[in-house]
């Protein structure tokens, strides 16, 4: 199991550190560590996480040699193929970033919101979902275990917009996993006020994921009652400023949206300079008030991707689950092959997954970890994709 091959330090400006991977230079930011030229490094999302010893290095890319170069040449032969939309932008996505792809761990530790949005299984009305929080330890401890045996290098720690969850509390877990094990840590824990991320990110958290979810105003306000998209950018905006990096996006097929809406989507994505983009259907949930409207079609979420790709030659693209709850466990491969080159594997345990109702079958309970984390890299080498750091 790896999601994350090192690399070598080969030039340093200030911040700025190129970092070479099997003669494939990357650029990615570094905040917290000394370097010299010739350090071996791990980065996730164009951000250096740790640095290693030589030695561990070299054990890590000598099993990895003879693989990395077999899945360049895959992925070559399935990007070749061109034709249709989905085809040009997987070339595209071969071309500028070639075969790298990023996998995150997240951990969904409460299912509490404060929100009435109306899409969401989670919303506060809901009143038939069990709900639960994990204590600050024991997110610190799966998260430990995520990144030291599990062998994940970024973290996404998500929850409702559960305010129980104090700023203490939140600065407890993220020191509390960054002091043991750095990694590049996301925070996915929505409008908290911005005092508080400030003090995440003292604490050691560099990633945001914070989606708009659309760009049509008067949409926004329909399905998020009581907030506003410019709040909502305003805080994206000074996230970012503060040093950040940003993982956004928005809901394909919401229902009221039209084709403009998802040009739109795709351009404020881009324009907001984020660091990867997070976009999926929109799954309608029973208890929601949006349980009788229609699902998008598979063939609009992958068309959607491609163009995200298409408009954006260079940006990560995360393929949500939401997508594979679309595709019927194909939607992460057809994702992947439309432009996408990123994943998340849900780390959450089962007795708390169960409850992270956001849509039907969301949760992929019952899959044992182990199973669905081989399963991932199985796909990912099934494509010819590699877990090299996709650089700033
Ligand atoms: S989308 Fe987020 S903020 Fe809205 S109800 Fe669901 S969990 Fe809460």
Redesign the pocket.
């Known amino acids: 199991m790896c999601y994350a091959i090192p690399g070598k330090v080969t030039r340093i400006n200030k911040k700025i550190i190129s970092v070479d991977y099997f003669g494939e230079e990357r650029k990615a930011r570094n905040d917290f560590y000394r370097l010299k030229k010739g350090d071996y490094v791990y980065a996730q999302g164009g951000f250096i996480v740790s640095r290693i010893s030589e030695k561990e290095a070299k054990a890590t890319l000598d099993t990895w040699q003879e693989l990395f170069f077999k899945l360049k040449e895959r992925d070559l032969r399935f990007s070749e193929k061109s034709g249709n939309l989905r085809k040009a932008a997987n070339r595209l996505r071969q071309k500028k970033s070639g075969n790298s792809c990023c996998v995150h761990g997240i951990i969904e530790f409460s299912n509490y ?1 404060r ?3 109306l899409y ?1 299984g ?3 009305s809901n009143c038939s979902l069990t709900r639960y929080r994990m204590m600050p330890g024991e997110i610190v401890d799966l998260a430990n275990f995520s990144i030291d045996k599990l062998k994940f290098k970024a973290l996404v720690l998500q929850s ?2 559960d305010t129980w969850y104090t700023e203490e509390k939140l600065v407890k877990v993220v020191k509390g996993i960054f002091k043991r094990n750095p990694a590049l840590l996301i925070l996915s824990i ?1 409008e908290r006020n911005f005092k508080i991320y400030e003090r995440l990110y003292r604490a050691g958290a560099r990633a945001a994921l914070l989606r708009f979810e659309t760009s049509n105003e008067a949409l926004y306000r329909k399905m ?1 009652p009581g907030h506003s998209l410019k709040e909502r950018l305003e805080l994206i905006k000074k996230l970012r400023k503060l040093g950040y990096l940003i993982m956004t996006g928005f809901l394909i097929g919401l229902p009221g949206e039209n084709n403009k809406d998802l040009l739109n989507d795709i351009k404020l994505t881009a324009s907001l300079k984020t660091d990867m983009f997070s976009f999926g259907p929109f799954i309608p949930h029973p208890k929601t008030p949006l349980g009788n409207e229609p699902l998008p079609s598979l063939d609009k979420s992958l068309d959607t991707i491609a163009r995200a790709r298409l408009m954006n030659p260079e940006a990560k693209i995360l393929v949500t689950t939401a997508l594979e709850a679309l595709g019927k466990n194909k939607g992460l491969k057809l994702g992947l092959l439309s432009g996408g080159n990123s994943l998340m594997v849900n780390v959450t345990p089962d007795k708390y997954k169960r409850f992270y109702d ?1 849509y039907p079958d969301h949760s992929g309970v019952g899959l044992d970890l182990k199973k669905k984390i081989d399963a991932t890299l199985k796909l990912l080498y099934s494509l010819g994709r590699a877990p090299v750091d996709l650089g700033l």
């Open positions: 919101c929100n009435d949005c969401c989670l919303r506060h409702g917009e929505g998020r956001l």
